[in-house]
Structure formats: C-alpha cells, structure tokens
C-alpha cells in the first residue's frame, strides 16, 4: 500500500526573479529510514543532487519560475497546475514536480530542484530539461533525460539514456552511456564502460575495466584503460588511444 505523502512544504520566499519572472521557494522533507531508493520525476529546470553521508532524510528546496510579470496569474497557474510532492511508496521515495498541461510541461514555467539525499541509497531520474548535477551518491544511478548538461562525480554505477547535452562523469563506478548528441567525457571508472554515441566527442580517461564504444560521429581520445578497448563502430571522426593494457578490437 502506498504510504502517505510525508513533507512539509512552505513557502520560504515570494520574489520576481527577473524583468519577466515571478518565482516562490517551497521546502519538502521526508523521513528516509528503510528506503532503499529515490525517483525523481522532473520536468522543466534544473536539478542538484547531493548524496550526504550518514543522513536519514531527503531535503528538497524547490524553486517555482514562472515567466510572467504579473502575480496574480503566475499564482493562479501555480495553484492550478503544479505539482510538486514528496512521499514514500514501499522502499522507494517518490519526487514529482512539474506542471500538469494537456500538452505536457508548460513552457512559460520551471521548477528548480535542490535535494539532498542519504549517499547510500540509489537514485533514479526521469528528467525533461535542465541541467542535472549529482555528487557524492554511492549507490546506482539510472537517468532517462531529454535534453540539458549532465554532470556526475564521485557516485556508484552509473546508466545514463539521454537525449542531447554534454556529459561529464569523474570517479564512478561501471558506466553505460546510450546518448544522441553531445560530447561524453569520462575520467576515472572503477568497472567497465559502455558508450553507445550518435554525434559529439568522447574523452575517457582512467577505466579499470574494459571500454566499448559504438560511435556515429565526432573524435574518440582514450587513454588509461586496464583491460580491452572494444570499438564496435567507430564512425566519422579521429580515434586516438593510449595506455590500453588489453586486447584492442576495432572496424578493418
């Protein structure tokens, strides 16, 4: 059974952020004893993920933009149609925030989200656009993202599917990376990488396990890998590896 929604949520300031925007922080909270991961369901805005070792809570700061100068209709959206929760469903903690529309996000608002979560538990992300930044997570990460900048350090095994923006991962675990378009840089992977790649560049740098990379196009540099660098399609573009301890299997 699904448990009730835990959070406290209040409005810690009202603000125009800008020549055309309204804004207004929300605070949420949960008690996350006996999770074992969090969901994050994002829509447009960006999103901060920090993993704090030994906490037994998820803290969110939630900053509502909407583009608009006039108060009155930016609070009657909001009331509307946002949706913005915290709970607990099982062992998972659910975060929901986006606007509801009949054709999806609205694009006259965003949400910013600020979370800091428990470093020992995984974390899922189903994000629209944004940027998404995440640090100092032990357990896995899974994230399905649209479009925007990724960046990642110092987290657990890490499987990414995104659509277009850079992505920059340090000091993780196992990778895998199925991306659309934009460059991939990796430095420091303690198991092995998987890089599936439409168009953009790809730096990887420092892997214990083995590299394989199926490219369409754009420059591949590899240096510093402990076992075998398997290049399934290398595409259009420079391929340059170095310090491959293993076997190299690439296209004739």
């Not at 428990?118 to 629209?128: E, H, K, S, T, Y």
């Not at 895998?176 to 890089?195: N, Y």
């Amino acid at each position: 059974m699904r448990g009730f929604i835990v959070m406290a949520m209040f409005v810690v300031s009202l603000s125009h952020a800008g020549p055309h925007n309204y804004s207004e922080v929300r605070n949420l909270e949960l008690d996350a004893s006996g999770l074992s991961d969090v969901f994050i369901d994002a829509g447009a805005g960006a999103l901060v993920v920090n993993g704090v070792e030994g906490s037994n809570e998820i803290v969110v700061v939630a900053t509502i933009i909407v583009d608009t100068e006039d108060e009155d209709d930016a609070r009657k959206l909001i009331e509307d149609r946002l949706r913005l929760e915290l709970e607990r469903d099982g062992d998972r903690a659910k975060l929901k925030a986006g606007f509801r529309s009949g054709w999806g996000w609205d694009s006259d608002a965003a949400i910013d989200l600020d979370v800091r979560m428990p470093a020992q538990l995984a974390l899922v992300i189903d994000d629209g656009s944004g940027a998404i930044k995440v640090h100092d997570i032990a357990g896995a990460i899974r994230i399905d993202d649209g479009s925007g900048p990724i960046e990642l350090g110092n987290s657990g095994d890490i499987d990414i599917d995104d659509g277009s923006g850079s992505i920059r991962l340090e000091n993780t675990g196992a990778v895998r990376i199925d991306d659309g378009s934009g460059s991939i840089t990796i430095v420091g992977a303690a198991g092995d990488v998987h890089v599936e790649d439409g168009s953009g560049t790809i730096d990887i740098k420092g892997v214990q396990g083995s590299v394989t990379v199926d490219d369409g196009s754009g420059d591949i540099e590899i240096d510093d890998v402990e076992h075998d660098l398997i290049i399934e399609e290398e595409g259009s573009g420079s391929l340059r590896y170095t310090n491959v301890r293993g076997a190299v299997q690439k296209p004739d």
